[in-house]
């Protein structure tokens, strides 16, 4: 199968060479979320009161991000029920494993860290 190329040669509209990248939809509802927590998080004068809800954040986006790329191919090939439940099985295990991990490392995380984390998430969403 042939190789589709960029059709802007690898350049973005700024110039600047762009790496290679796959991203994903989310709802309008999640994007506004997402953003009233990065800027709660970033004005905030102790932006470590926050951690709940960027890990709530974190966790959600995962979550919808999964889906996109493992369930939903699964659902437009019509696997079958089987298939289709082990993959969402298989993401649920997941999401239990990584939810308390995700909530450990950010509710250690201080300020600096913090806006780390949504400075990334910023630059995910460009």
Do not use: C, N, W
């Not at 926050?50 to 974190?58: F, G, K, M, N, S």
Request: glycine share 8%.
């Amino acid at each position: 199968m042939p190789r589709k190329t960029d059709p802007d040669g690898g350049k973005r509209k700024h110039g600047s060479t762009a790496l290679p990248s796959l991203r994903f939809y989310h709802s309008k509802a999640l994007r506004s979320r997402t953003l009233d927590v990065l800027e709660a998080l970033e004005s905030a004068e102790d932006p470590t009161s926050y951690r709940d809800e960027l890990a709530d954040i974190v966790l959600e986006l995962t979550e919808v991000g999964l889906s996109y790329y493992f369930v939903k191919p699964v659902e437009a090939a019509k696997v079958g029920f089987v298939p289709h439940k082990t993959t969402t099985m298989g993401i649920g295990a997941i999401l239990r494993i990584m939810g308390p991990v995700a909530r450990r490392v950010i509710g250690g995380m201080d300020a600096g860290q913090l806006l780390t984390v949504t400075k990334h998430i910023r630059h995910l969403m460009e």
